[in-house]
Nanobody, 128 residues
Framework: VQLQASGGGLVQAGGSLRLSCTAA????????MGWFRQPPGKAREFVAA????????FYADSVKGRATISRDNEKSTVYLQINSLKFEDTADYFC??????????????????????WGQGTQVTVSS
């Protein structure tokens, strides 16, 4: 299984970015997908997640109202759109896949150990 993230770059505060993550080597449509990020010098943190059918989405408080996670199972791709970017959104962004597609434990979407497969990361830098 391979996850390839793209779409990062340098953007001014207030701008927008759409990150993409394309999967290969497995039944993407059966997987829950998540986005995490790691700011410089800080620990990795949850950003957003979407269930395998795309019916349920979850967001960290830090991006709620500014971010939208979506997926196209035909293209085996998950997207993360972030608007009104802030300096504190600067981070390496990673996509991750949970091939089990379960709904346990409660709060699974923000637990990094639930995800078995990880992409290589794409860097987002927001200039103030």
């Amino acid at each position: 299984v391979q996850l390839q993230a793209s779409g990062g770059g340098l953007v001014q505060a207030g701008g927008s970015l759409r990150l993409s993550c394309t999967a290969a080597g497995g039944p993407f449509s059966n997987w829950h997908m998540g986005w995490f990020r790691q700011p410089p010098g800080k620990a990795r943190e949850f950003v957003a997640a979407i269930t395998w059918r795309g019916g349920i989405t979850f967001y960290a408080d830090s991006v709620k109202g500014r971010a939208t996670i979506s997926r196209d199972n035909e293209k085996s791709t998950v997207y993360l759109q972030i608007n009104s970017l802030k300096f504190e959104d600067t981070a390496d962004y990673f996509c991750a896949a949970d091939p089990k597609g379960t709904y346990l434990p409660d709060g699974w979407w923000e637990m990094s150990h639930v995800y078995d497969y990880w992409g290589q990361g794409t860097q987002v830098t927001v200039s103030s």
